[in-house]
């Protein structure tokens, strides 16, 4: 009886030991599939960690530093780099046509006046939050000339399904002999 019992008890240890060596399997499995999907993002579409913490007075925006509204848009820096300034609030971007030239590095700043926001350009590795007090940075490069949305992707109140624009991409000729003055470009039509 008692040998009985015994064995019983061993069985059941066995089946207990293979299923949670089958578990175990499992939960490695998926630990590497998210690795292996965190490697490939990062490496095909050139995922980048947040960029350094500055930060900016959220209610002094519109009234003084380069995110006054006049300054927003696309210029072209002394230096020859191509810089992109913006605002998102509710439930709007600020400028809500972007201009850029194609097949150059483009700098955004971004930063939101007062929920966080999300700011995303379709087919680009453009993602990323706009948080009120906080500068997000980024550089993107547009491969050819077209029209792409920018949608906010980060649930910013009762507009936030309203609230999108769109990144006219020019050949990179055409950018230059209109951003050559210093304007501020936009595609916004008046
Ligand atoms: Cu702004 Cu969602």
Avoid at 17 to 23: F, Q
Avoid at 73 to 89: F, N
Avoid at 112 to 135: E, K
Wanted: with cysteine; proline share 5%.
């Amino acid at each position: 009886m008692t040998s009985t019992n015994a064995g019983a008890a061993h069985a059941s240890e066995v089946v207990a030991v293979e299923a949670e060596r089958r578990w175990a399997i499992v939960v490695v499995l998926i630990v590497a599939v998210l690795i292996a999907m965190m490697v490939f993002t990062s490496l095909h579409w050139a995922s980048m960690p947040p960029s350094r913490v500055e930060t900016i007075d959220p209610r002094k925006l519109h009234i003084s530093g380069e995110f006054v509204e006049n300054n927003l848009g696309t210029t072209l820096e002394p230096d020859g780099k191509v810089m992109v300034r913006l605002i998102a609030q509710q439930y709007s971007f600020e400028p809500q046509c972007l201009v850029v030239p194609a097949g150059v590095p483009v700098t955004f700043r971004a930063t939101s006046t007062d929920a966080i926001h999300g700011f995303v350009v379709d087919r680009t590795n453009a993602n990323v939050m706009l948080i009120p007090g906080f500068i997000a940075t980024f550089t993107a490069t547009f491969d050819k000339p077209g029209e792409r949305l920018m949608p906010c992707h980060e649930y910013c109140g009762t507009g936030h399904q309203a609230m999108w624009g769109r990144v006219q991409v020019m050949a990179a000729d055409e950018f230059l002999a209109k951003a050559k003055g210093g304007a501020r470009l936009n595609c916004v039509s008046r």
